[in-house]
């Protein structure tokens, strides 16, 4: 496709000199332009193909930097990014020293706030308005939700702030979910049109000169009834905050002149908008779950849905056995019931399944008063949105010792989604948590095994596991409960557990002298007793870890055993990258310990 403008845009203004008929046909090579980069790198598909006429209209009417577009997550933002300079490095997208696939603040002075977790844009969007009123700048600060990071209870300690503060704020509900009646849709543009022009205030002020105060108020009182019949916007005004829409979040007609009249009113406003996920690609829009994130893959086709084994499948399957043997087991995540494996879960027992949205404080809360009255809840959740309910684990699980299962997906380098999502900092902030015990599978046999145990544990458990195929390396039946020697025999012993025992097992293969490996699978609490017997045996000994070194499992052998030596990730932000490729950066692959093992002993 040759394109007529995509090509010169390379700044936000550049857009402005354009009609509404060129950005449509803008739009629609934007739309082009996205479908097959996307599908040369992979990305996040869907959600962009739905965002690309709000941004467009956001750029038009405002003027980023200045007025500041805090995008909520921001995997939706890659317009924004080609508007703002960047097309030209989208073949790096989420790669090694490319572009991220999230906003990300050193890349652009458009990239106002940086983030990879839901739910944050309101409150950050509140700090940007609050500061820039002090600081005297007349500017219009932006954030763009979608509807799913609403479900986050963040957004709504925000809203309680912005409504009780009355900055200037524009707050996009970007709604990719709902179904809006059109003739609910057209009495609501009808009616945002009229509040939104200036005029509407002179005329509420005449009408209140004839009436009176006392018949003003009982207008006002009924037009704000019947309004919140029919519209869905009483939670917003009730804030303090006023509602406009819903409106087509691709009709730039519609868009760019309501943007205009938002632009020029003061306080906090609410513009709700109705997306599509995918469009403009047939097969996005039809299964748009599925073409969120993708890989690489062949537009004419479309993805294939080949089944993998990885160890989230895995662990969604084998509890959905367990839970139709044990009606106790209640399966919970975060809005991520097909990332963490649990799609066929929800549909084959919906009523022993909670999907409690982007609500992980929620979820935990939740959990332990499951498990306080004779459930047994299993609570899956990425590593890296598991941070966000660290007090909820402390406070609420551990120290009533409520019977709840932490299946803990992500754990460790996570790759392309970067420093937002690397899931290395679980074993830091789960040993800071008394009574809590920790597993981490080597493969699927033994997380299998993990999982039947967790049915009869007492106290909370969680399993770390990473994002990986799940296969076999053995068939190990020894008490879960004590490490695991793999070898004997060798004077040098080479301890990691979860992902990193398989590595071992592959160092062990390439090495010219043999080593034995322990599968430290109990990573919490520690068998001091057990491991000092054992490491009598060896003149040297390696840990090897794939998370930071405070609070991880190497840190704690090496206060009580310093003759080991460690090998674990900096105390710094993982960027983006493919795993094995991050892995070896850090010494922690395969050929990196093979190398240096050789070295030293070989």
């Not at 080609?82 to 906003?103: K, N, Y």
């Not at 044990?326 to 909670?354: H, V, W, Y």
Request: aromatic residues 8%; glycine residues 8%.
């Amino acid at each position: 496709m040759k394109y007529r403008f995509l090509t010169d845009i390379k700044q936000p203004k550049a857009i402005k000199k354009l009609t509404i008929s060129q950005l449509k046909v803008l739009a629609e090579e934007i739309r082009h332009f996205l479908l097959h980069s996307v599908a040369r790198t992979g990305g996040h598909l869907s959600s962009n193909l739905g965002t690309i006429e709000l941004t467009l209209a956001l750029h038009y009417v405002f003027d980023s930097p200045k007025d500041p577009i805090i995008w909520d997550v921001g995997h939706q933002a890659y317009t924004h990014k080609i508007l703002t300079g960047r097309m030209d490095r989208f073949d790096s997208l989420r790669q090694a020293d490319g572009l991220s696939g999230f906003l990300k603040r050193s890349e652009s002075e458009h990239d106002v706030f940086g983030a990879g977790h839901a739910s944050t844009s309101l409150s950050a969007a509140f700090g940007f308005a609050y500061a820039n009123q002090k600081l005297g700048r007349d500017s219009t600060t932006i954030a763009v939700i979608g509807d799913g990071a609403l479900t986050g209870g963040m957004a709504y300690e925000a809203l309680n702030l912005i409504g009780d503060q009355g900055q200037r704020m524009l707050i996009i509900v970007n709604d990719n979910e709902m179904s809006i009646a059109k003739n609910v849709g057209a009495l609501n543009r009808s009616l945002t049109n009229l509040r939104t022009y200036r005029g509407y205030t002179g005329l509420k002020q005449t009408v209140q000169k004839v009436t009176g105060k006392g018949a003003m108020t009982h207008l006002a009182n009924l037009k704000t009834a019947l309004r919140h019949m029919v519209l869905p916007n009483s939670l917003f005004e009730s804030l303090g905050a006023k509602y406009f829409g819903p409106v087509d979040g691709h009709n730039l007609d519609e868009l760019i002149p309501l943007l205009r009249r938002l632009k020029e009113l003061p306080g906090p406003m609410v513009l709700h908008t109705v997306t599509i996920k995918g469009k403009g690609y047939t097969q996005a829009e039809s299964q748009p779950e599925f073409y969120h994130g993708v890989g690489t893959f062949v537009i004419e086709e479309g993805m294939t849905n080949s089944a993998k084994e990885d160890f989230s499948a895995f662990y969604g399957q084998t509890l959905l056995q367990m839970a139709k043997d044990d009606p106790r087991i209640i399966a919970i995540t975060a809005a991520m019931p097909s990332g963490t494996g649990l799609a066929d879960f929800s549909k084959e027992l919906p009523n022993q399944f909670l999907d409690v949205g982007i609500a992980e404080e929620n979820a935990v809360t939740m959990a332990a008063a499951l498990a306080l009255q004779g459930l047994r809840p299993y609570v899956t959740i990425y590593s890296t949105f598991l941070q966000r309910a660290f007090d909820q684990m402390l406070h609420d699980v551990a120290l009533q010792n409520a019977n709840v299962v932490f299946c803990i997906d992500r754990s460790g380098i996570v790759g392309q989604d970067g420093e937002t999502h690397q899931g290395v900092y679980g074993t830091g902030y789960l040993s800071l948590i008394p009574g809590l015990t920790v597993f981490s599978p080597k493969d699927r046999h033994e997380f299998k095994r993990m999982l039947e145990a967790s049915r009869q544990f007492q106290g909370p458990l969680a399993i770390l596991y990473p994002r990986d195929s799940a296969i076999d390396l053995n068939q190990d039946e020894t008490d879960l409960l004590l490490p695991e020697r793999i070898g004997q025999g060798s004077r040098i012993l080479l301890v990691g557990y979860g992902r990193m025992v398989r590595i071992l097992h592959q160092v062990k293969e390439r090495l010219p002298f043999e080593v034995d490996i322990l599968n430290h699978r109990l990573v919490l609490p520690i068998r001091h007793d057990v491991l000092t017997d054992m490491f009598k045996d060896y003149d040297h000994i390696h840990v090897y870890e794939e998370a930071i070194y405070h609070g991880s499992l190497a840190e704690k052998l090496k206060a009580v055993h310093p003759q080991i030596e460690l090998q674990t990730l900096p105390m710094e932000f993982i960027p983006q990258g493919l795993i094995p490729d991050i892995l070896e950066k850090y010494g922690l692959g395969p050929n990196a310990i093979t190398y240096e093992l050789t070295k030293r002993y070989g």
